[in-house]
């Protein structure tokens, strides 16, 4: 039970993509170290609710192992104090996945959440104390797919689906957030309203290679922070990589993801959301999460990857480097000299990117360059120059290439 005389404590996180690789390495030591150090720090900091903002897994059909990291983690948290935990999906995550064991985990109160609903007031949960007394309501909204909030119609332009986008996010949060208003008026006291979101938020900060796409094909519609109601005492949102404010407000945030998700989001900074209820008052503090793999990105001429990767084998005892190489001379040999360079040592290079080669022969590959060097868009984008595509039609194939890829990620295996 908790006690009444301290505020409600809340813990935000997002974007675990559970099961994700780096350039072919698998990272599943990684996470159990961050869902073990996580339930450390639900009981350490005696938290009351858990809140997990979207893409819980990397993709839509998650490996056995990456479900056996939430399973466990989730018996974990069921073991302690913290009473609640709010789980709703991402862009990643496959919504029937997620939902279909979500009768026999609301035993162990996990609410799932994993897509919009028909009936809008099965996304507004409300969270009760032991004695049966409502404490925090949460408007678990997930990830809203495109045909969740608008309907296509022949011929409109992208002005028009931005718009009709906007509105139907609009509608949606207005809509779940009356449902818990009128909830909260039940009451007859000021309970704490949460709201919770998986999108692209305008003015957003990424990072280069940290896999965040955008959401909507074909649309540059980013979700202006004045868009989710006023009566959010706290926004929790996930899908950007980087933690941060909304709108340069205290209680509406990004997370982020717990672990570096690529080589642009080495060395920075990687927190959780410790949010403190109190009425319709919210302080929200950072908890700073340990870093489970050194990732480096070394960058310059030869001598300057030289003289880092030897700082580096000087002082640390391991760590993945990402290489890219920005000297003037070709360097054919150069995969063979970074090799030696960290042989014997803990330093593994998972990537190396020469943008001498790259720039002077875009339309084919290297001896020194594999294909697990480069990402999909790359790929794509060399095949449109190989072939001499006209640069007028360059821009309808990208969007019909974005199309296939939003379709196949958005069908969902596990649906009936």
């Known amino acids: 039970m908790k006690d009444q005389s301290r505020p409600l404590k809340l813990l935000h996180t997002s974007d675990w993509h559970l099961g994700r690789s780096l350039y072919g390495r698998k990272r599943y030591e990684e996470f159990e170290a961050f869902l073990g150090w996580l339930a450390e720090t639900i009981v350490r900091e005696r938290i009351d609710v858990l809140l997990v903002a979207g893409d819980i897994f990397d993709t839509s059909a998650p490996s056995h192992r990456a479900q056996a990291l939430y399973y466990g983690f989730l018996c974990k948290v069921a073991a302690s104090a913290c009473r609640h935990v709010v789980v709703v999906a991402g862009n990643h995550d496959s919504p029937s996945f997620l939902s279909a064991p979500k009768a026999l985990l609301r035993a162990l109160d996990v609410h799932v959440i994993g897509s919009a609903t028909e009936e809008l007031a099965d996304e507004v949960v409300v969270l009760t104390d032991s004695a049966g007394a409502a404490e925090l309501i949460v408007c678990a909204v997930p990830y809203l797919r495109d045909r969740d909030i608008r309907t296509a119609e022949a011929g409109e332009t992208i002005e028009d689906k931005d718009r009709k986008l906007l509105d139907g996010i609009r509608g949606h949060y207005a809509d779940v957030a009356e449902i818990a208003e009128r909830r909260r008026a039940e009451w007859g006291r000021p309970v704490p309203i949460v ?156 990537r190396v990117r020469n943008n001498r080669i790259v720039e002077r022969v875009l339309e084919r590959m290297e001896e020194e360059e594999h294909l697990a060097d480069l990402e999909v868009g790359e790929v794509f984008e060399r095949c449109l120059a190989a072939h001499g595509i006209l640069a007028e039609e360059q821009s309808e194939l990208r969007r019909a290439y974005q199309e296939i890829l939003h379709a196949l990620h958005d069908a969902d295996p596990l649906a009936e």
């Open 195 to 350: 709201g919770t979101g998986h999108l692209f938020a305008a003015g957003g900060q990424t990072v280069e290679g940290d896999g965040v796409r955008e959401l909507y094909v074909g649309s540059l519609a980013h979700v202006p922070a004045g868009i989710f109601p006023a009566c959010f005492d706290y926004l929790a949102l996930g899908h950007l990589h980087v933690p941060q404010k909304v709108g340069g407000l205290e209680t509406r945030r990004y997370s982020g993801s717990p672990l570096p998700m690529g080589f642009g989001e080495a060395g920075q900074a990687k927190s959780l959301c410790l949010v403190e209820l109190s009425g319709g008052d919210a302080a929200v503090r950072l908890v700073e999460i340990p870093v489970f793999q050194h990732l480096e990105r070394v960058r310059g001429t030869w001598d300057a990857i030289a003289a880092r990767i030897l700082e580096l084998t000087a002082t640390r005892r391991d760590a993945w480097l990402e290489v890219v190489y920005e000297g003037e001379e070709m360097m054919s040999d150069l995969r063979q000299r970074l090799e030696l360079a960290v042989e014997g040592s803990g330093l593994e290079i998972l």
